[in-house]
């Protein structure tokens, strides 16, 4: 059977099991509504006429318990459809594996590297030295994008265990199971439990796919090349969840220790278990073969396994660990001696089984699992900064002096090693009272990293207040990075002359020059929010010029570290075709990427996708660390440039029409989704309400996704239009960037449904119903480009996702349908103090999500 009859097969047979337990739990007469309500949504999509009223007649009919159970039919229809689609790309990717030849391997793969690196000139010797210089370091985040409970994860991953078993009666039973389970959360989550949750991935599938990239780097270049390679992992992981406190009053010192823990915890067992696992299995005895001294002399404090060096060798590295006396160097160095001495001997091919993996692991993970990173936003750190300099007598107020002069005042001051607080005394505030708590509390240091950064005095702060707690003295590095974050389209402008004058500064110049260079963060949300879609990108890549520019002229190389969400209004899209287009040489030898909400498990749902993820990642990777890519031709750049101020002023110009706000209020459910316990995180920035500037930039993405316009990741992209259309052709074919801008807009274009969107029109009053009016025309116009400009339907090159939509649009419309009459119900008087109204709205917000496959 084709893989796609075998995709069709499994979600047919997952559908009649969901329907046996409908059936069953809620009974024949509701099991006949939920048909009766596809088959209207079928019909409608059909272009039956008529239908589309009688759908929306038969929602508004509905009662408060039938319209829940409906959400809950097709929501969780859409978690197996969802399950079943991964299940194809995990067989689709082994049957691409298995065909792929030297001579033809298959795109985005190890092969199609190793090939390349060839190609380009480099020997073995010179691959392998490139590959184990490389870098990626995956930040994972949480963000109110995963709307999954915990719990749905768990009988869908039992579920996948059921369909590659075949077990009919069991898979019937966990499908009864998952649809008997609230999907709702019953509180909001805690910050701990988006730590557990957002880790979950790096002890389980992770653990699993890391040998496997390291072993297939190292295979493919042994096919090209003739010889294997030794690599280390070219991928580690960082985590800001539990050190993220911009703007989360949750993330205090106390949750920020736990999160090192946590996490340190997890990593030991793991690391305990693959030992225990070694002494188990290298049973070799010394009469047969022949240790090497340091493998014998490293198991003499044991008594067990007499004649057996190997066993007495990792059990005293068990015993090390379990005491807290192991370091990830110190592991990492032993395995290599043990491994030195099984080559030496001819078991080459039993270190590469059993400790080629371990070393993997420690090389991606370490005894930390995954360093966390504190971010802060710049104004909490100056304010602290301010009370330690006016307690230690310094200066009375920081904050009223200009950012030169505090540059100026905490560069002086940070020539000393002097703390400022008096001995016993707690700070007042309690900005500083969290800061040195938080850099107390912080175990294993990723980076700090400081939000809305403006000027150099952002950055000094932290030096101030490391050094507060002994971790900063005068003329060294601190042993983390610090980290600018630079968000919106003025801050993106002056991001250049920010970095020139860091790097010029002595106490950051000390400080980047211990570290090997600096790391520079770009923020893909709040850029897109302020400037819109074009004109967000654009700034965003000429920013990363400039910035490697004034890198290269300042003696140090910039690492970036790229702030993309899910969406593509947030950067998101294929993540290794959007590396493709980065600036030329602007990539090093160090990338670091967010990974964050529904995306952990679309990508790292089973380990075989995790695999496939990373292998497209390091393709783009590698290669873009070797300073190529396409320099965009001059006329180019200017048409762009042209074009992009067109669209921000497009853009803005929506965002400044009279009535707006109150519009996106009662268009979305954007006031609903803060009261969605799905995340720890507030909506708005300082918790004010009506304020477009405080609202997030997730919830603001969430908010388009839900009514089917998805807004953020096309709006404003029809200004061109004044470009003319051979010029766009030729930018099209010629420059990756503009190609994967224009791309990552026709998926929003094509996932938005204008005649769903127009439904919630219903909650808003009619003077402002011209302004969707006014979208709709830019939509129109904008989908219209883009075909001629491509000379092909949207999605022309991504099929998979035009055939994904298309299966799933009658089964999402239903419960848009639905969502507009709870919203209408829910906001009339009375509405909100309702909690089964409340439940079951929230409910059709997961899934609008679980549908689309695409929160924010």
Do not use: C
């Not at 110009?653 to 009535?659: D, K, N, S, Y």
Request: zero cysteines.
């Amino acid at each position: 059977m084709e893989p796609f009859d075998l995709l069709k097969a499994e979600v047919d047979l997952l559908g009649r099991l969901l329907g046996e337990a409908i059936r069953t739990l809620s009974g024949e007469r509701f099991f006949a509504l939920v048909e009766e309500v596809r088959a209207l949504a079928k019909a409608r999509r059909q272009g039956e006429e008529g239908a589309g009223e009688a759908l929306l007649a038969r929602v508004e009919g509905l009662s408060l318990e039938e319209a829940e159970a409906l959400v809950r039919a097709f929501t969780h229809y859409f978690h197996l459809v969802n399950l079943a689609e991964e299940r194809h790309r995990v067989r689709v990717n082994r049957l691409r594996a298995q065909a792929e030849t030297p001579e033809n391997p298959r795109p985005e793969g190890f092969l199609a590297l190793a090939k390349a690196l060839k190609e380009r000139g480099l020997s073995l010797e010179e691959a392998e030295a490139h590959l184990n210089r490389l870098e990626l370091l995956l930040t994972f985040t949480a963000h109110p994008t995963e709307t999954r409970r915990r719990t749905l994860r768990h009988h869908l991953e039992a579920l996948q265990r059921e369909l590659e078993a075949g077990e009919r009666e069991r898979l019937a039973a966990r499908v009864a199971l998952l649809y008997a389970t609230e999907e709702v959360r019953k509180a909001r989550p805690g910050v701990e439990d988006e730590i557990k949750g957002g880790l979950y991935y790096l002890p389980t599938t992770l653990w699993e796919a890391v040998p496997r990239v390291v072993a297939g780097l190292e295979a493919a270049l042994e096919r090209v090349y003739g010889r294997r390679p030794r690599l280390k992992s070219p991928v580690r992981f960082r985590s800001w969840i539990g050190g993220d406190r911009d703007g989360n009053p949750f993330v205090t010192p106390e949750v920020t220790a736990f999160a090192a823990r946590y996490a340190r915890e997890v990593a030991r067992e793991k690391f305990l278990e693959a030992l225990e696992a070694l002494v188990r299995d290298l049973s070799l005895s010394e009469a047969k073969v022949p240790a090497p001294r340091e493998v014998r002399e490293g198991g003499k404090g044991v008594e067990r396994f007499g004649g057996e060096p190997y066993r007495r060798y990792f059990a005293a590295l068990y015993r090390a660990l379990e005491r807290g006396e192991a370091t990830t160097e110190g592991l990492l160095a032993a395995l290599k001696a043990a491994e030195r001495g099984l080559r030496e001997v001819g078991l080459g091919p039993v270190a590469e089984a059993f400790l080629d993996p371990l070393g993997a692991r420690l090389s991606a993970f370490g005894l930390e699992l995954a360093p966390l990173d504190l971010r802060e936003e710049s104004g909490k750190l100056l304010e602290a900064a301010a009370e330690l300099l006016r307690v230690g007598g310094v200066h009375p107020d920081l904050l009223a002096l200009s950012p030169e002069e505090g540059e100026s005042l905490l560069t002086e001051e940070l020539k000393t090693a002097r703390p400022l607080l008096p001995v016993g005394e707690a700070p007042q505030g309690e900005a500083l009272r969290v800061a040195l708590g938080a850099l107390k509390a912080w175990r294993d240091k990723g980076a700090h990293v400081v939000s809305m950064t403006h000027h150099p005095v952002d950055l000094l702060s932290v030096f101030l207040l490391a050094r507060e707690v002994g971790l900063y003295r005068p003329g060294r590095p601190l042993p983390f990075d610090v980290v600018p974050l630079f968000e919106t389209l003025e801050d993106l402008r002056r991001a250049p002359g920010v970095l020139r004058r860091l790097l010029r500064n002595p106490v950051f110049r000390a400080h980047a020059e211990g570290r090997g260079g600096v790391e520079v963060m770009i923020g893909y949300s709040d850029s897109n929010k302020d400037a819109g879609f074009l004109m967000a990108n654009l700034a965003l890549y000429e920013a990363q010029e400039a910035l490697s520019r004034v890198g290269e002229e300042e003696g140090l190389p910039v690492y970036f570290f790229h702030g993309r969400g899910t969406s593509t209004a947030r950067g998101g899209g294929p993540a290794g075709r959007a590396i493709a287009s980065l600036p030329p040489r602007s990539v090093g030898r160090r990338l670091r990427l967010t990974e964050q909400g529904e995306a952990l498990a679309d990508r790292y749902g089973h380990p075989e996708l995790a695999v496939r993820h990373l292998e497209q990642l390091l393709f783009h990777f590698a290669q873009a660390a070797l300073g190529d890519g396409v320099e965009p031709k001059p006329h180019w750049r200017e048409a762009l440039w042209e074009a992009g101020e067109k669209s921000m002023a497009r853009y803005r110009a929506l965002l400044q029409e009279e009535g707006f706000f109150p519009f996106f209020e009662a268009l979305t459910p954007i006031r609903e989704l803060g009261e969605l316990p799905i995340a720890s995180r507030p909506v708005y920035r300082h918790g004010r309400v009506r304020d477009i500037r405080d609202l997030r930039a997730i919830p603001w993405v969430m908010a388009w996704t839900q009514v089917r316009l998805l807004l953020p990741g096309w709006y404003g992209l029809s200004a061109l239009e004044a470009l003319p259309l051979d010029l766009l052709r030729e930018m099209y074919r010629g420059w990756p960037f503009f190609a994967t801008t224009l791309e990552s807009a026709a998926m929003a274009l094509a996932k938005a449904d204008l005649g769903v969107a127009r439904l919630y029109l219903r909650l808003v009053e009619a003077p402002l119903h011209p302004l969707f009016h006014q979208i709709a025309r830019e939509y129109e116009a904008t989908r219209a480009l883009l075909e001629a400009i491509f000379q092909a339907p949207l999605l022309h090159n991504q099929k998979t996702l035009e055939r994904q939509i298309a299966l799933r649009n009658p089964y999402v419309d239903p419960i848009n349908f639905v969502q507009v009459e709870l919203l209408r119900r829910y906001r009339a008087p009375g509405g909100r103090e309702d909690e089964a109204l409340r439940r079951a709205l929230l409910l059709s917000l997961l899934g609008v999500a679980a549908g689309l496959r695409n929160a924010g």
